[in-house]
C-alpha cells in the first residue's frame, strides 16, 4: 500500500507570504541606518569668516572673535576641529561648559563641508527616509499574513525581544546615542545636518540636536504606530489609542512648536504638563512668557491650569491613561517603538518597592525645585540665589538627561518600555495618585474566568502582577497603570476590561457590577 | 503539636487547599509533594511555554518566596505508597512522611484507546510540564502533526503547533468540531475558523493504528478509512481521566476516580480529595457521580476543603455553571446550560455575525421565556451579571433589553447587542423589542 500525499497545503501556503518583500524591507532598514551612521564620516571642516558668520546668534561676537587665528585652516577629522576650536575658546576665561558645549556644536557643524554638505537631501533620503520606507515595508504585509488576532509567538525566542545579544546590542546603540545626543551632540553634527533641509523648511531656521531628535521621534512614533495598527488590528481599543499617540507626538511635540519658532514666538508642547515639563517654572521661561504679550501670557496660564485642573480633572474620569498612554510624547514612544519590549518589565514585588521609593523621591525633587524656582522668581533671586541654578542643573542632568532620556528609552530592550515612566516621571507619580485615591478608572474582573495563566502580568509593561488580582476577582487600582488595554487584549479567557465607573465599591474583593 | 497537612499534588486543587487552609488556620503544618515541578504554575498556560508567548516562571501565579513566607512545605517527589493505616506515605527516595490529614489532589492523565503504535517515539498527550519538553523536542523536523481528538486540548495542541509552522491535520468523530458539546452551529463555526487556520480537519474520522518508520519513530497514521497519512507527530488529545495510580490498593476507594461524597471525603477518615481526580458520588438515587475537571472547579474544591479541614465542615456546591476557552482567535463564554441538541421545552435565539468569527445563543424555556443558557463566541460577556440573569430566572425579553449590561468587551468594541435582538424579534412576529440598555462610552462617564 503506497502513502497516499496529502494535498491540503500547510498554512504557509494557505495565507499569503511576504517573505521576501519584507526581508527586502528589513534591508532597506538597515541599509538607511547604515548610510545614517556612515554620514558621520562625510564631512570635513574647514574655518571660514562666513561659517564663523553663519555661528552668530548661538554665540556672542567676542568670542566668535577669539576664533579668528583659525580661519583658512581645514580639518578632515573632527576631533582635531574640536581640539582647535576648544583651545582658542578657552582664551575667555569666563566661558563655562554649558557654553562651550554650544560654541563648539554650531561653529563645527557651519564649518562641515564636503560631501554631505554637497548632498544634504540625497542624503537624507537615503538614509531617513530609506530607513522609514523600509520599516513599513517590513510592517505592512503582516496585515496580510494570518489572522487578526494576538500573536505573541516566539517572543520569549528572539534575541531582541528576550534580551538576547541583539537586545543587548541595541541596549547599547540607543544608550549611546543619548549620551551623544545630552552631552556631546558636536560629535553628531552631521547627523543634525541631514536635518537641516526639513528644518529649513518647517521652521526656517538651521536644525540643532534637538530638532533632529524630534523629527526622529515622531517619525519612530509614526512607524511603530503602524506596527501597532497592524498587530492589534482586531482590538479597537489599540487602534484609537495609537492614533491619539501618533496624533499628539506629530501635531502638538513636533509642528506646533516648529511653526511657533518659524514665526518667532515663544515655542511650547501644550501637552507636556509639569512636572515632566520641568524647565516650565524656570526663570527663564518665566521671563520669556512673560515678555512675549498675550500668547505669552495664554501659555503661561495654560501651563498652570495643565497641570492644576485638566490633569487631576481628567484623571478622576478615565484613570491615568488619558495621559500617559493617549497623550504623552514619552508614552507615545513606549506604546510604539517600545511595544515589542513590554515583557521585559520586572513583575517581583520587589521590584515594585523600588519603583514606589523611586518615583515618589523623583516626584519631592522636583516639587523642591520647582518651589525654589518659583519662590527665586517672585523674590527676585534673593531668597535662594545660586542655588536654585544648581538644582535645575542637577535635576537637568539626572532626572531630565540621564534617567527620562538614556535609560527611560536605552533600556528598552533591558528592562522593558516604562522604566522612566514607572520608576521616574514625577507627572506619573502625581497622576498616579490620584489614580489609586480619586478616580472612576478601575479594571474590572470578570467573576471566576481566570485562569492564572499570566499572559496579562507577562505583558504589563509596569511590572504590574495582574493576575494576582484577577485570579482572586478583585478589580486592579494601581497607581502605576497607565491604561495601555494590553492585559484586556492578550487574556485568553476574556477577565479583564478598563472601565470608568462610579467609584464607589472600586476597591471591592468581588468585581464591580457596572 | 500541631496538626500536620500533606497534600499529594500542587496543582490548582492542591495549592488553592494548601493556601486557604493557612489563611484561615497559622498553626497547621502543611505539606505539598510533587514531582511534576518544584512550584505551583498554571496548566492551562503550558501552551503559552511552547509558543514562546510566556517563560515557564512566568506562568508560576506566586513567586517562590512565597510558599516560603507562608511556611508552606514543597517537596518535589514522587509518593511511592500511601499507608493509611499508619498515616504515612512512601516517598521515592524511601523517606516517610507523617500525615494528620492527608489530601489527594493528583490530577488527571491523558485518555488512550488502546491504538495500536500509541506507544511510539513521536506520539504523545498534552498534559504535564514534562509533555511539552517532550513535544519540543518532538517538533524538531518535524513538517506535519496528526491530532487525534477534537477537544479543547486538541485544539490547544493545534495551537501550539501551528506556532511552529508544523502542518496540521486533525481527526475527531463527531461531523463537526466538538459536537459533543457545542450546538452545531457553534461547532461549525468553529470547524470553518480552524480551517481558516490552514488546519486540515478530518471530520466522521477515527484512527485506526500509528505506523512506525525504519527509525522506529512515528511515520504516519492510517484512519479507519484506510487513509494513511504521512506525519511526524501523533498527539493524543481525547479528553482525560482522573489519576488514581497512586490511590488503588491504598484503602481508599475509587472507581474511575477518587470516590467522595460531597463534603469531598474519602471512605477513610482523616483522607480528603481534590480537583480532576475526584469522582464526586451522586447524592441521590438515579443521578449519576460528577467528574470535574476545570481549572475554576479545581480552585472551588480547594476553598471548600479548606474549610472543612480547618474545622467548618462545608458541603461543595457549585453554583451556576460557567466555563470559557479559546479556538485560536475566537474566545468562547458560556453560563448556564447550553446544550449541544435542543432540548424538549427549550427555544434558542441564535445569532451570528455575517463575517463569521462572532455568535451569540440564548437558551429559554419555550413556555415561561426564562432563561437557562448563554454562549458567545467572540463577545465578551460578564460572568456576575450572566449568573444574575440566570438566579433570578429572567425571561428573554428582559435579557435582551438589558443585554448591553452584560457586555464586557473592551472600549470602542463593536456591539452587537441590537442585531441580536432584531433577530429575536424577526423570530417572533409580534415582538418589538427594544434594546434599552447600551454599554455606552458616555453613559459611563456619567453614571
Not at chain 1, 514665526?263 to 515678555?291: E, G, R
Not at chain 2, 446544550?339 to 421545552?345: D, I, K, T, V, W
Request: hydrophobic share 40%.
Amino acid at each position: 500500500m503506497s502513502p497516499i500525499q496529502i494535498q491540503k497545503p500547510s498554512v504557509l501556503h494557505r495565507h499569503k507570504d511576504f517573505t521576501v518583500l519584507r526581508r527586502s524591507g528589513l534591508g532597506l532598514f538597515l541599509l538607511g541606518m547604515l548610510v545614517l551612521i556612515g554620514s558621520l564620516g562625510m564631512s570635513d571642516y574647514r574655518i571660514t569668516n562666513a561659517s564663523l558668520q553663519a555661528s552668530e546668534g548661538k554665540i556672542s561676537t567676542e568670542r566668535i572673535q577669539l576664533l579668528q587665528p583659525l580661519v583658512g585652516q581645514h580639518y578632515t577629522s573632527k576631533f582635531a576641529a574640536l581640539e582647535a576650536i576648544e583651545a582658542n575658546l578657552r582664551n575667555d576665561a569666563a566661558i563655562n561648559d554649558y557654553e562651550l558645549g554650544v560654541a563648539k556644536f554650531w561653529l563645527l557643524k557651519n564649518a562641515a563641508t564636503g560631501v554631505l554638505r554637497g548632498n544634504t537631501v540625497l542624503l537624507f533620503l537615503l538614509s531617513i527616509v530609506l530607513a522609514t520606507i523600509g520599516g513599513l515595508l517590513y510592517i505592512l504585509p503582516q496585515s496580510r499574513e494570518g489572522l487578526p488576532g494576538i500573536k505573541n509567538n516566539g517572543i520569549w525566542f528572539n534575541s531582541t525581544m528576550a534580551r538576547g545579544l541583539i537586545g543587548i546590542l541595541l541596549g547599547g546603540l540607543l544608550i549611546a546615542f543619548y549620551i551623544f545626543l545630552y552631552w556631546y551632540p558636536y560629535y553628531i553634527v552631521n547627523l543634525i545636518i541631514l536635518a537641516d533641509p526639513m528644518s529649513e523648511f518647517i521652521r526656517n531656521l538651521p536644525a540643532d540636536q534637538w530638532f533632529f531628535y524630534g523629527l526622529l521621534y515622531t517619525l519612530t512614533i509614526i512607524v511603530m504606530g503602524v506596527r501597532m495598527f497592524v498587530k492589534y488590528r482586531h482590538s479597537r481599543y489599540h487602534l484609537v489609542r495609537t492614533a491619539s499617540v501618533i496624533f499628539f507626538q506629530f501635531g502638538f511635540a513636533f509642528m506646533i512648536p516648529s511653526l511657533l519658532e518659524r514665526m518667532n514666538c515663544p515655542s511650547m508642547d501644550f501637552k507636556n504638563a509639569w512636572p515632566l515639563n520641568y524647565s516650565f517654572f524656570m526663570d527663564w521661561n518665566l521671563n520669556t512668557l512673560l515678555s512675549s504679550g498675550n500668547l505669552g501670557v495664554f501659555m503661561l496660564v495654560w501651563g498652570i491650569v495643565l497641570a492644576l485642573v485638566v490633569v487631576p480633572v481628567m484623571t478622576y474620569f478615565y484613570g491615568k491613561r488619558w495621559y500617559c498612554s493617549w497623550v504623552c510624547g514619552c508614552g507615545g514612544l513606549a506604546e510604539t517603538l517600545g511595544d515589542p519590549f513590554r515583557q521585559l518589565s520586572d513583575k517581583s514585588l520587589k521590584a515594585w518597592r523600588i519603583e514606589r521609593i523611586m518615583i515618589h523621591s523623583v516626584l519631592v525633587f522636583a516639587v523642591v525645585m520647582t518651589t525654589m524656582q518659583i519662590v527665586n522668581f517672585v523674590s527676585n533671586g534673593s531668597l535662594f540665589g545660586n542655588y536654585t541654578w544648581r538644582v535645575n542643573q542637577w535635576y537637568s542632568f539626572f532626572v531630565g538627561a540621564a534617567f527620562a532620556g538614556v535609560v527611560g528609552t536605552g533600556f528598552y530592550p533591558l528592562m522593558g518600555n516604562r522604566v522612566w515612566c514607572r520608576f521616574g516621571c514625577p507627572l506619573a507619580a502625581i497622576l498616579g495618585i490620584v489614580q489609586k485615591f480619586k478616580s472612576r478608572f478601575r479594571i474590572t474582573t470578570n467573576g471566576g474566568q481566570c485562569i492564572s495563566c499570566g499572559n496579562c502580568s507577562t505583558y504589563c509593561e509596569m511590572g504590574i502582577d495582574v493576575r494576582w488580582y484577577a485570579q482572586r476577582g478583585q478589580n486592579i487600582i494601581r497607581a502605576s497603570c497607565v491604561g495601555c488595554g494590553v492585559c484586556a487584549a492578550v487574556c485568553p479567557r476574556g477577565v479583564l476590561a478598563l472601565e470608568n465607573g462610579p467609584e464607589e465599591g472600586r476597591y471591592r474583593e468581588v468585581e464591580n457590577e457596572l | 503539636m500541631s496538626k500536620h497537612l500533606v497534600i499529594i499534588g500542587n496543582g490548582i486543587a492542591g495549592v488553592t487547599t494548601a493556601r486557604h487552609v493557612r489563611n484561615r488556620d497559622s498553626e497547621m503544618k502543611v505539606t505539598i509533594i510533587s514531582k511534576e515541578s518544584g512550584h505551583f504554575f498554571s496548566r492551562p498556560a503550558l501552551m503559552y511555554i511552547f509558543m514562546g508567548h510566556m517563560r515557564y516562571q512566568d506562568t508560576k501565579p506566586y513567586e517562590d518566596w512565597f510558599w516560603a513566607k507562608n511556611r508552606i512545605d514543597l517537596i518535589n517527589a514522587t509518593v511511592q505508597k500511601i499507608d493509611a493505616d499508619h498515616k504515612s506515605l512512601l516517598l521515592e527516595d524511601g523517606k516517610t512522611v507523617r500525615y494528620d490529614t492527608l489530601v489527594v489532589a493528583t490530577g488527571s492523565k491523558s485518555n488512550t484507546f488502546g491504538w495500536p503504535g500509541q506507544d511510539l517515539p513521536g506520539v504523545q498527550g498534552l498534559y504535564s510540564l514534562q509533555d511539552v519538553e517532550l513535544l519540543e523536542a518532538n517538533a524538531k523536523n518535524a513538517g506535519r502533526a496528526v491530532i487525534v481528538g477534537g477537544g479543547l486540548i486538541g485544539i490547544e495542541l493545534a495551537e501550539m503547533l501551528l506556532s511552529r509552522n508544523i502542518a496540521i491535520t486533525i481527526l475527531i468523530r463527531e461531523d463537526a468540531y466538538w459536537n459533543n458539546i457545542l450546538p452545531s452551529d457553534e461547532a461549525e463555526l468553529v470547524g470553518r475558523h480552524i480551517e481558516e487556520h490552514g488546519i486540515d480537519l478530518r471530520r466522521a474520522t477515527n484512527l485506526k493504528e500509528i505506523l512506525a518508520g525504519e527509525d522506529g519513530r512515528v511515520r504516519a497514521v492510517m484512519t479507519e478509512d484506510g487513509e494513511e497519512i504521512p506525519c511526524q507527530i501523533v498527539g493524543l488529545t481525547p479528553g482525560v481521566h482522573p489519576n488514581i495510580d497512586l490511590v488503588q490498593n491504598s484503602g481508599i476507594e475509587t472507581n474511575h476516580g477518587v470516590l467522595v461524597n460531597e463534603y469531598l471525603e474519602t471512605n477513610l477518615p482523616d483522607v480528603y480529595a481534590a480537583g480532576d481526580c475526584v469522582e464526586i458520588k451522586a447524592a441521590m438515587e438515579g443521578e449519576r457521580s460528577r467528574f470535574e475537571q476545570l481549572w475554576y472547579t479545581g480552585k472551588m474544591h480547594g476553598e471548600v476543603l479548606a474549610k472543612t479541614i480547618t474545622g467548618e465542615r462545608t458541603k461543595y456546591e457549585r453554583g451556576i455553571w460557567y466555563n470559557s476557552a479559546k479556538f485560536l482567535d475566537i474566545e468562547y463564554q458560556t453560563y448556564g446550560f447550553v446544550s449541544h441538541q435542543p432540548r424538549p421545552g427549550e427555544t434558542s435565539l441564535y445569532w451570528e455575525h455575517p463575517e463569521g468569527r462572532h455568535c451569540a445563543r440564548i437558551v429559554y424555556k419555550t413556555d415561561s421565556h426564562e432563561v437557562v443558557g448563554f454562549s458567545f463566541f467572540g463577545i465578551r460577556y460578564r460572568h456576575r451579571v450572566c449568573e444574575r440573569w440566570l438566579r433570578e430566572k429572567r425571561t428573554v425579553e428582559y435579557v435582551l433589553e438589558n443585554l448591553g449590561e452584560g457586555n464586557f468587551d473592551p472600549e470602542f468594541f463593536k456591539q452587537y447587542e441590537s442585531e441580536i435582538v432584531s433577530k429575536f424579534n424577526l423570530q417572533n412576529p409580534g415582538a418589538n423589542l427594544k434594546l434599552k440598555r447600551r454599554k455606552g462610552l458616555f453613559r459611563r462617564l456619567f453614571a
